[in-house]
């Protein structure tokens, strides 16, 4: 039934019969073998009931009950018996048209997938480092400056790239104390020891000792911070931030799971 029926539909169209355009999008869907909306079938139906000769009637016979009489299926479609196949040139081109979009459209939605796939993982690397301090001779810099080590952990199972830890102490709203910690690529499964440099903010401090006030110690608040960028350039930053005595304590004790890489 389908060739009868691209027959029909490619015969209208190079007769120029109906709509054109309509015809060429049906002849196209039943070519890849989709499916027609029941819309598109009726306007074909219509078309081919429209070019059907009238019924042979005898003037004879009127009685006859077994008069010819159209049929509704397009089974039985004769096309005219000097017509030629028409050059399908447009459905082709209209068929290479559409190939490539969908093509492209399943790449995008693959590398879509992938882009934030990737992004997912990097972060979750990122969010799951840990740090302790490296238990190791430290070195004066100058006054106010220390240069230090930190052992970093990568336990997740991707790369991590970070550009600097650090360790910022305050004291209500001053910056009393920092520590930055260089950064790295660590593998899966991996720790190294870092190169980092802690500094007192030597205005700040004077501040606290001249005033009268005792110092108050929950008045003191911790803020981490790892600067990573995906993909190398978008900025992204985990940040966390302890009472004061809640992270010294970390520090000390450090509880379970707190640094899984053991090697160290």
């Known amino acids: 039934m389908s060739e009868d029926l691209i027959r029909s539909v490619e015969e209208m169209i190079k007769s120029e019969r109906g ?5 060429q999008d049906i002849l196209i869907a039943i070519k890849n073998g989709e499916s027609i909306s029941s819309d598109d079938h009726k ?9 059907s000769p009238p019924n042979p009637v005898s003037n004879s016979d009127n009685t006859n009950s077994d008069a010819i009489k159209p049929d509704n299926t397009f ?14 040139e447009v459905s082709e081109r209209e068929a290479v048209k559409r ?3 969908r093509k492209y459209a399943s790449v995008g939605i693959v590398v879509a997938i992938i882009l934030v796939a ?7 690397a990122v969010n799951n480092l840990q740090f302790r301090p490296h238990h190791g001779q430290q070195t004066i810099i100058s006054e106010t400056q220390l240069a230090i080590k930190s052992d970093a952990c990568n336990p997740a ?3 991590a790239t970070f550009t600097k830890y650090e360790i910022i102490a305050f004291y209500n709203s001053d910056e009393i104390e920092k520590a930055t910690i260089s950064g790295i690529t660590l593998s899966p499964k991996s720790a ?10 030597k205005d700040a401090v004077t501040k606290i000792g001249k005033g009268n006030a005792t110092f108050d110690p929950t008045k003191a608040t911790i803020i981490t911070s790892v600067d990573a960028p995906i993909f190398g350039f978008i900025p992204y930053t985990v940040e966390k931030k302890y009472p004061a005595q809640e992270f010294q304590n970390m520090i000390k004790n450090p509880p379970p799971g707190t640094f899984d ?3 160290l």
């Open 192 to 201: 190294a020891t870092l190169d980092g440099i802690f500094a007192i903010n």
């Open 19 to 23: 709509d054109v355009g309509r015809l």
């Open 261 to 263: 890489c053991l090697g």
């Open 118 to 124: 990737y992004i997912g993982l990097d972060v979750y």
């Open 157 to 159: 199972y991707f790369p």
């Open 75 to 88: 089974d039985n479609i004769i096309p005219e018996s000097n017509s030629e196949i028409p050059n399908p």
């Open 43 to 51: 306007y074909v139906e219509s078309l081919v009931q429209s070019q």
């Open 99 to 101: 190939a490539p979009i």
